[in-house]
């Protein structure tokens, strides 16, 4: 097993270091760095021109990636272009939101999709379970923007009509109120709405097929033959075996809800990574939009890796050696 | 694929006795007695099975004609659509959903009919998804079948770039390269869009011609000596064709999705050019006008929704190991 983790995770380097140096050329390519500083009056020219070198921006792109990469590790990812403040401060704050934001919506996404999965395999064909399989595919139909502006068309209008604050339609929270706090719940409510409606969508269906793969196994035949009441078969023998695909399933996920937070927190302008990189990407800061593609690569790539090791866990017939 | 051997006879009297699973009776039992009995048994290809599965398969059926009938007002958008759609109406601002002058979908803020306007961008999205789902087939078509019949390096290279792929943050990369290429132009988005949507496939068809290439006809077709660009494209091509026709029909889905994504966040298609996902981002500037943001986002929806029924009939109708014909 630590052989496993090991090679893994060794053979993820390369995989960042390819996907990061594919990424830096596209927008080292895309335009001119110092343009923002050029439009700022009151720069000098002869700063913008140490910048320049400072920064190595007269250098070959290859040349630029190796200085980027001593800026990542022993400089925090480095200073933006644009601003010339450094980046770490920015990242730790936003991803503190967006972690907020993803884990519940994935939470909540994974207890509701898991035991509407349950139901639904238990009762195959049944109204109920045609609702929901009607549900996942109007899930798997809709861009997470349009449900993320419905939800906030919605809430704005309630808040017109009847002056009744359910749940804010922008922001973070207000101030003199922090992360744990009901005013927070009550921003992050509808991102976190949107997220977990579609993966919910996703989830529900995984449990429903695993469900019926295990149900129709030969050993919660043998398991049923044996006179067990039915509510232990599927407690014990079905739903703990049905549990594992969805482990594997949960990890590949993360990255469309990150991609899924780009555009929830740019809709309720949520003081996020997404929302982060989107205003970044726009402004052409290449440094800082280096730093979103590193931190959620890293995420993306640990979260694959805990996946296959707690797969292994979970599964006995799997072994890595 | 085997065809069943065709059993030409006389007239057909009645229609073919089926067993159960609606399989026609196999040679040597029920067959012989409808032979004497002059009955005729139709030969029935592969496809032609499919074919029926497709035909009797409801919602896909139900999805085929929502997409007829949204694709066709797209493909005829300047007939069906009341008004271009730059044209301004100065007399009706904002207004909301009215037959009154064909406004079914409202107007925008400066006066421009939605309808029209979502009519065209139907047609933007059918392009975008129609020509994604065509290169990413054709691109993980060709990788594919190169990997998967040479193996070794290519395939290795092939498998480090769909893992790659796979172990992004897809939206942002794609971002990014729009942002740098595909700013503006349809053509230059699909092409980003093809571009990433090609891995899938490439991984399908790798691995039918990985167990394929090992088979005895491959091997018969080698020793008559058959080039292998013929073994390839003639002898192993039909047998991935399936997955390949439902991953095509599904990457339309994904394609519409994904350029509506990336035009809502002003990184895809820019404005003249309507687009759902441009219209619905404008929707949000309003957003005590619903309907600016309902029905682009609907027609999305319906778009999709139709398109993934088909590939989900497709998908079951292809499935070679399934012979049964769904009431």
């Known amino acids: ?321 | 694929m085997t065809e069943p051997t065709p059993v030409p006879l006389g007239k057909p009297v009645a229609p073919v006795e089926r067993t159960v699973d609606g399989m026609i009776p196999a040679p040597g039992g029920l067959m012989d007695s409808t032979v004497e009995a002059g009955l005729e048994v139709t030969a029935r290809s592969q496809w032609s099975y499919a074919r029926r599965r497709f035909l009797r398969h409801r919602l896909a059926m139900l999805g085929l004609l929502g997409l007829i009938i949204i694709f066709g007002a797209g493909i005829f958008a300047n007939y069906v659509a009341p008004y271009s759609y730059t044209e301004i109406d100065l007399n009706n601002i904002l207004a909301p959903p009215t037959t009154v002058g064909h406004h079914f979908f409202g107007t925008d803020e400066i006066g421009r009919d939605y309808f029209s306007r979502v009519i065209w961008g139907i047609r933007t999205s059918e392009e975008v998804g129609v020509f994604v789902a065509f290169a990413s087939s054709l691109m993980g078509l060709v990788i594919g079948a190169i990997a998967g019949y040479y193996g070794g390096w290519v395939d290795n290279i092939l498998m480090r770039i769909t893992d790659l792929v796979l172990t992004l943050p897809a939206l942002a990369i794609l971002l990014t390269a729009a942002a740098l290429l595909g700013q503006g132009s349809q053509w230059r988005v699909s092409f980003i869009l093809a571009f990433f949507f090609w891995t899938g496939l490439a991984r399908v068809v790798r691995g039918v011609f990985l167990s394929l290439r090992e088979k005895e006809y491959v091997e018969a077709a080698k020793a008559a000596g058959a080039r292998d660009i013929r073994i390839m494209f003639r002898h192993i091509l039909p047998n991935t064709l399936g997955p390949i026709i439902v991953n095509g029909t599904l990457a339309v889905a994904a394609a519409i999705l994904t350029e509506a994504a990336l035009s809502f966040l002003g990184f895809g298609i820019k404005p003249p050019t309507p687009s759902l996902g441009v219209l619905v981002a404008g929707g949000q500037t309003n957003p005590q006008q619903w309907w600016l943001t309902v029905f682009p986002g609907l027609t999305i929806v319906l778009i999709v929704l139709c398109v993934n029924f088909v590939g989900d009939g497709l998908r079951d109708a292809l499935d070679p190991t399934q012979r049964r014909i769904r009431a």
């Open chain 1, 1 to 321: 097993m630590l052989t496993f983790i090991a090679r893994r995770f060794l053979y993820s380097i390369p995989v960042l270091i390819v996907s990061t140096f594919l990424s830096f050329t596209f927008v080292s390519l895309a335009g001119n760095p110092v343009a923002l500083l050029r439009n700022n009056p009151r720069i000098p020219a002869n700063t913008i021109h140490n910048i320049i070198i400072q920064n190595h921006l007269n250098r070959s792109i290859p040349v630029r990636y190796a200085f980027w990469v001593r800026d990542v590790f022993t400089h925090k990812l480095g200073n933006s272009l644009a601003t010339l403040q450094p980046i770490w401060p920015d990242i730790a704050r936003t991803s503190g939101h967006t972690a907020q934001v993803v884990v519940t919506a994935e939470l909540l996404a994974i207890l509701l999709g898991v035991a509407v999965g349950i139901f639904s395999a238990i009762r195959q064909y049944s109204p109920f379970d045609y609702i929901f399989t009607a549900f996942s595919f109007l899930g798997y139909a809709m861009p997470t923007f349009w449900l993320a502006l419905l939800l906030q068309i919605v809430f704005v209008d309630i808040y017109l009509k009847w002056n009744v604050r359910i749940f804010y339609t922008a922001g973070l929270n207000n101030p003199h109120h922090g992360t744990w706090s009901i005013d927070r719940l009550q921003h992050i409510a509808l991102p976190v709405m949107t997220l977990s409606i579609i993966s919910f969508a996703l989830y529900s269906r995984y449990m429903r097929a695993s469900m019926l793969d295990v149900i129709n196994s030969d050993y919660v035949r043998t398991a049923r033959a044996k006179g067990l009441p039915e509510w232990r078969v599927i407690m014990r023998h079905v739903f703990r075996n049905a549990l594992i695909p969805i482990v594997t399933v949960a990890a590949l996920n993360l990255g469309g809800l990150l991609g899924g937070a780009i555009v929830t927190e740019t809709v309720f302008t949520l003081d996020g990574m997404g929302y982060y990189f989107v205003q970044k990407l726009q402004a052409g800061d290449l440094y800082a939009v280096m730093a979103y593609l590193l931190v959620t690569s890293v995420v993306i790539i640990l979260f694959n890796l805990i996946a296959d090791v707690v797969y292994g866990y979970l599964d006995p017939r799997i072994r890595y050696d």
